[in-house]
C-alpha cells in the first residue's frame, strides 16, 4: 500500500524547498515536531535524503527528503512523482532561494537578475503549477511563500534580488485572492536578515571587500534590522507554520527582528461545501 493510502486525513503534509538551507531546515523541523509529514527538498540528493531520515528519527513523524533544483525540470518531474507516492501535498513552502548582490550598471547585474528569477520567483511558480491544481481539485490547500523585507523596501547594490522578491509578492498578492474562494490560501512573509548561512556568505563577502572583522560586520547586519536584532530561522518557521494552519489567504508579515508586523491582513479561505479538511 502506498503511503498516501495509509495515512490519517487529518495529518497534512508539506513539501519545503531548501530544507538544507537555514529558514528551510528551521520549518521541516518544527512542521515535523508537530506531526506535518514534511517532503524537504534540497539541491544535493545525498543531503537531502540524509535531512530527510534525520528527521523522521528525531521526531517520529513520516519525513523524506529528496532532490530539487527549482529550475531543473527533470526534478521537478521526479519531485511531482515522489509526492504522488508521499503525498497528496497540502502545504508547499516556497523557501528556496539565492541572494547575490551586484552594482545597478555593472555588466554583471542583467545576467544575475535573470539567473535569480529563475530560482527566486519562477521557481515557486512552477511549485505552484504542479501542486496548486491537485489543491484546487481537493478544496484544500495553502502556500507559503518566503519572500524578503526587500519585497516591501530597496536596499542598495540588491536591484536583482529585489526585483526577485518584488515581483513574487506581487503575484502571491493577486494569486492569493484569486484562489482564496477555491479553498487554498497563499500568504507571504518577508523577513529581514534572518541568522543563516546565506546571512553569512553575505557577511564573507563584506569582509573581502572591507576587510571589517566578523563581530564588527554582525553588528553592522544586525543595525540594518529595524529592531535591531537579526532573525532566528526558527521565528520565521513558527510564523510558516501559524499561516499553513490559518483560515486566511494573502496575509503578508513582515519580520524586522523579534516580532511580527501583518503588512496585509488577507481574506478568508473558502470552506468546501463537500467538507474537505482547510
Ligand atoms: N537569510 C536572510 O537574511 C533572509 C532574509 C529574507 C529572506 N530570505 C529568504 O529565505 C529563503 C531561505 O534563505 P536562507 O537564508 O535559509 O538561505 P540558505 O541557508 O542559503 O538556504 C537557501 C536554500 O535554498 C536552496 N536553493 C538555492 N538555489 C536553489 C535552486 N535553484 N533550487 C532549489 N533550491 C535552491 C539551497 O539549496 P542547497 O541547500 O542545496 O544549497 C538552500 O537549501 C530564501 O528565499 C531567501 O531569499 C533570507
Redesign the pocket.
Known amino acids: 500500500m502506498a503511503p498516501s493510502e495509509q495515512r490519517d486525513s487529518a495529518t497534512p503534509t508539506a513539501l519545503v ?8 531546515g528551521a520549518i521541516a523541523r518544527l512542521f515535523a515536531e508537530n506531526g506535518v509529514r514534511v517532503l524537504a ?4 540528493p545525498d ?1 537531502a535524503a540524509a535531512f530527510g531520515r534525520g528527521l523522521a528519527t528525531a521526531t517520529g513523524t513520516e519525513c523524506l527528503g529528496v532532490e ?4 531543473n525540470q527533470g526534478t521537478l518531474e521526479a519531485l511531482k512523482t515522489t509526492a504522488e507516492e508521499f503525498g497528496p501535498i497540502d502545504w508547499v513552502i516556497n ?5 547575490d548582490t551586484a552594482p545597478v550598471l555593472s555588466q554583471s547585474n542583467q545576467p544575475l537578475l535573470r539567473r535569480m528569477m529563475e ?2 520567483f519562477y ?1 515557486p511558480l512552477r511549485l505552484f503549477h504542479l501542486f496548486a491544481p491537485g489543491m484546487i481539485e481537493r478544496g484544500h490547500g495553502r502556500v507559503v511563500q ?5 519585497a516591501l523596501q530597496g536596499y542598495p547594490y540588491v536591484t536583482a534580488y529585489s526585483s526577485t ?1 518584488h515581483a513574487l509578492l506581487g503575484w502571491s498578492r493577486s494569486a492569493a485572492l484569486e484562489c482564496a474562494p477555491k479553498g487554498v490560501g497563499i500568504s507571504t512573509i ?5 541568522d ?4 553569512d ?1 553575505s557577511i564573507e563577502s563584506m569582509k573581502e571587500k572591507t576587510g571589517r572583522t566578523d563581530e564588527d560586520l554582525r553588528a553592522f547586519v544586525a543595525g540594518q534590522n529595524p529592531s535591531g536584532v537579526i ?1 532566528a ?1 526558527e521565528e520565521v518557521a513558527k510564523v510558516a507554520l501559524e499561516l499553513a494552519r490559518g483560515d486566511l489567504g494573502g496575509v503578508v508579515i513582515e519580520m524586522p527582528g523579534g516580532s511580527t508586523e501583518t503588512i496585509d491582513e488577507g481574506v478568508a479561505i473558502a470552506v468546501p461545501a463537500t467538507g474537505g479538511r482547510n
Open positions: 524547498t531548501g530544507a538544507t538551507g537555514g529558514i528551510g527538498t534540497g539541491r544535493d543531503r530539487l533544483d527549482v529550475t523557501n528556496a532561494g539565492v541572494a530560482v527566486n521557481g518566503i519572500a524578503s523585507s526587500a522578491k518577508c523577513p529581514h536578515y534572518v543563516t548561512p546565506l546571512t556568505r532573525v530561522p
